[in-house]
């Protein structure tokens, strides 16, 4: 199964920075850790031919063949592999990098939460084994905590508390988190802030942010929402004689997937990377450097020939 936006908009947050990871987990209650992470390649292999990939592998910055490790799983739904899987993984981790290690499970369900805790957790005669992981779960009561006491562009998972809400606290909640972001003092983290929040919400509550002028129409992230409003304001003349605007916008959108992509793969999207990209006209060549981020092994690669 593919991954959903939802999904990996949490895992992007996280990937792009680290060290929020230990905000939420001080917010959530969790003992945060001191130790400098970075990401790390996601995909582990064993001497049996399994492979595994957890969501984010994160490791202590300079540590070398040691150090504190940490694996996380953002689960939206039970899955049963996971009670092989994440045992598999802890020990790969634990017999390369040692037992300093840790899981943690990011959910915005209480059921999955509560499934999470037992899953690969195992009893056989006498024997126990498997693993219990450090379950974060951000309902609707830790959204509140996160908006009143955490940094501003940690509101985009006060706004991943409410996936699959709808309804008028859904809405309230989704105003509070984008007027929250507004405290982002950085241009690029405040608009990026803004793009994560509006990617995880029901389109039902996006759409009525939109009919409020609360956001901008052509910020939406490119999803099934935002392509059946663009064919609404049609109707409605609003984007009358907009269509070079629109191309433009298309571009602006698929350079900003890009970049998503680039720093999903592990790679450093400096301000001159993102200025050359946001300054393409030329959907042809975006497209063409996207096909190579897919596999490239450097961003040279990537921007080869070109």
């Keep these: ?17 680290p060290s929020r990871l230990n905000v939420l987990l001080d917010l959530t209650g969790h003992a945060s850790d001191p130790v400098v992470m970075e990401v790390q390649d996601s995909v ?13 592998v994160l490791r202590e910055a300079g540590a070398g063949a040691a150090g504190r490790w940490v694996l996380v799983e953002v689960q939206r739904q039970a899955d049963e592999a996971k009670a092989r899987r994440w045992p598999l993984a802890m020990a790969v981790m634990g017999d390369r990098f040692g037992p300093n290690g840790e899981l943690i499970v990011i959910t915005a369900s209480a059921s ?9 957790s195992h009893r056989t005669g006498a024997t126990r084994w498997g693993v219990v992981p450090t379950v974060l779960l951000l309902g609707p009561a830790e959204a509140e905590v996160i908006l009143a006491k955490g940094p501003p562009e940690m509101a985009v998972f006060a706004a991943w508390a409410t996936q699959g809400r709808r309804g008028r606290r859904a809405l309230d909640l989704a105003r509070r988190a984008l007027a929250r972001s507004d405290a982002v003092e950085d241009d690029r983290l405040r608009r990026s802030t803004q793009e994560g929040i509006m990617s995880v919400l029901h389109p039902s509550v996006l759409e009525q942010l939109r009919r409020a002028a609360m956001i901008d129409i052509n910020q939406l992230p490119k999803n099934p929402a935002w392509e059946r409003w663009k064919a609404d304001l049609r109707a409605e003349g609003a984007l009358e004689g907009e269509a070079r605007g629109e191309a433009r916008g298309q571009i602006l959108g698929e350079a900003r997937l890009l970049m998503r ?4 793969r592990g790679f450093v999207v400096s301000a001159d990377v993102e200025a050359r990209l ?15 981020a897919l596999d490239a092994a450097s961003l040279d690669v990537v921007f080869a020939d070109d």
Excluded: C
Excluded at 261 to 264: A, C, E, K, M
Excluded at 278 to 292: G, K, P, S, V, Y
């Design 44 to 56: 582990l292999r064993t001497v049996i031919p399994v492979e595994v990939t957890p969501d984010l």
């Design 278 to 292: 946001l300054a393409t006209t030329d959907l042809a060549r975006i497209e063409r450097w996207a096909d190579r």
């Design 261 to 264: 992509i680039l720093r999903r």
């Design 112 to 120: 999955v939460a509560r499934w999470a805790r037992r899953v690969a």
């Design 1 to 17: 199964m593919s991954p959903s936006t939802v999904h990996e908009s949490a895992l992007l947050w996280l990937r792009d920075d």
